[in-house]
């Protein structure tokens, strides 16, 4: 029997969970749940989508993303993909660790936000030691809320949800434990666990969020970052030997790539005379060049905003 297509929507902010197969846990130590957080940094980075709230337990992951209209199955397998390709190797075994495909539900009003973030911070409730003193565990975004802990992973955006609770952001971040504590045993969080595990929805959460325009053709692209770095670039884009051409090439390749979410396989057919290895090359290295060239952050922002 095929599978259901997943329920999406350009606009949506999901709440996901990844188990792990029943014989194996997702984390053996805190070196695993420490590797796991640092590519849901980089892939967070890598395709500009905000991670609202998440918790690691042993067996499974909660995550409140907003994919910035991202595609959330592409961010999920690049995430668990890179994880199991880690795990296996460090580990020395084969095949799969995670238990069929993530479970997503998508965000659909504030009420079910707020229950989600309670809900995800409340996790570690069970865990031994942390009961009454859930902000305290390390592999949760709750600390980071409730001022317990910096963010020093450089991870979670905190102003959305906080914002709900007043402007002043120490009696927010209090504000807000309170009613986390609140929602601990209340029937709501059982209504919640029940969603993510049906891992679909019919609604599409309408908001006053921005989010990033996808849906562009190369030659929409091409035309944009012509008009911010100068005319040629489809020149450039298939040029040899050239310095410039290069960064231009990579920089557009990690673009379409990342912002887009075209296909490896795609972008080689389109540039020509590629390998799927130098695709991946190329989105790493315009990656690289946002993060290090100011003209390419400035162009990469104003691409943004030109929607």
Do not use: W
């Amino acid at each position: 029997m095929p599978r259901a297509a997943r329920k999406k929507s350009e606009e949506s902010m999901y709440h996901v969970m990844s188990r792990s197969i029943s014989e194996v846990d997702l984390f053996q130590c805190d070196e695993d749940k420490d590797y796991y957080l640092s590519l849901l940094k980089r892939y967070k980075e890598k395709y500009h989508c905000k991670i609202y709230c998440y918790v690691l337990m042993s067996n499974h992951v909660h995550i409140y993303i907003d994919p910035c209209g991202f595609d959330i199955s592409t961010f999920m397998r690049c995430l668990n993909n890179a994880y199991v390709a880690y795990f296996n190797r460090k580990y020395d075994r084969h095949g799969h660790l995670f238990q069929g495909r993530f479970a997503s539900t998508i965000v659909d009003n504030d009420t079910y936000s707020l229950t989600l973030s309670a809900y995800i911070h409340n996790n570690p409730k069970d865990l031994p030691g942390y009961a009454g003193r859930e902000e305290y565990y390390r592999y949760s975004s709750y600390g980071i809320y409730t001022g317990c802990r910096k963010d020093t992973d450089g991870i979670v955006d905190t102003e959305f949800i906080l914002s709900h609770f007043g402007r002043d952001k120490r009696a927010a971040r209090q504000k807000y434990r309170v009613f986390t504590e609140s929602m601990k045993e209340t029937g709501i969080m059982r209504e919640v666990d029940d969603s993510i595990m049906k891992a679909y929805t019919e609604n599409v959460y309408s908001s006053e969020k921005q989010y990033i325009v996808r849906n562009r053709t190369p030659e929409d692209i091409i035309y944009k970052i012509s008009n911010l770095l100068g005319r040629g670039v489809a020149e450039k884009l298939r040029a040899k030997y050239s310095r410039e051409a290069s960064r231009i090439r990579a920089f557009t390749v990690y673009i379409m790539r990342s912002i887009c979410g075209y296909t490896y396989k795609s972008l080689c057919e389109y540039i020509g005379n590629m390998s799927l290895s130098g695709i991946s090359r190329l989105t790493n290295e315009g990656f690289r060049l946002i993060k290090e060239d100011l003209k390419y952050r400035n162009t990469f922002n104003s691409l943004i905003r030109a929607g």
